[in-house]
């Protein structure tokens, strides 16, 4: 019954988009950056079949799908900064379950926000659940917001190019892209573990090299 509300509302929001193009993909990504936990995959990748055909620019579906990223990262940013973690984690608990939400989710954005810092706020914009929630913990720690402003739209820029990609790469065969959505998303995390392993082994190695500095002063 849950999955066949969200396949409706999944339906209604693509058919809002595609009313309304670059303005649509604006609002679905601004959506998929907030709380509503609704996959990125399924407004992007066809963009850019649609850009091989020529039917959509290149330019304005990145804008668009940047902007409205940021927009969605910014709003949550806010809603954290203004009412705080006692506030939001009353409201992840009694209101979450209806957006997939809870305190555990939460919990993990935050301590890998306290972990690695405010760069999460790029990291976090290419790990699937973390990448709508880290916004949050950026919003507790009161982050510096052009900072904050900076990092976002860069993970965000290159999850978006990503995604344009590999519609690119389809052309004109939307059919295929749908039948296998599942394995593209499959790959995309591959890929974006991969960026997140790398950041980390070369921070693990800035720290030992500092460390190694320290210790020969």
Known sequence: MIAELINQFIELLLAFASQ?????????????????????????????????????ALTAV??????????????????????????VDYLVN????????????????DTYFK??????????????????????????ARMNLFKFCLFTALGAGIWTLILIYIGYLFGQNIVLIKENINIITLILLLLSSIIVAVYILARKRKRGLSKRIANKL
Request: hydrophobic share 55%; glycine share 12%.
């Open 20 to 56: 309304l193009g670059y303005f649509g993909i604006f609002i679905l990504m601004a959506v998929e950056s907030s709380f509503i936990p609704f996959p990125s995959e399924v407004v992007l990748i066809p963009a850019g079949a649609l850009i091989a055909r020529g039917e959509m």
């Open 62 to 87: 990145f804008l668009a799908g940047l902007l409205g990223s940021l927009a969605g990262a910014l709003f949550n940013y806010f809603f954290a900064l203004l009412l705080g973690r006692r506030s």
């Open 94 to 109: 009694k209101y979450g379950k209806f957006l997939f939400l809870d305190r555990e989710k939460l919990y993990n954005a």
């Open 115 to 140: 972990k690695h810092g405010e760069i999460t706020t790029f990291i976090g914009r290419l790990i699937p659940v973390i990448r709508q929630l880290i916004s949050l913990p950026a919003g507790f």
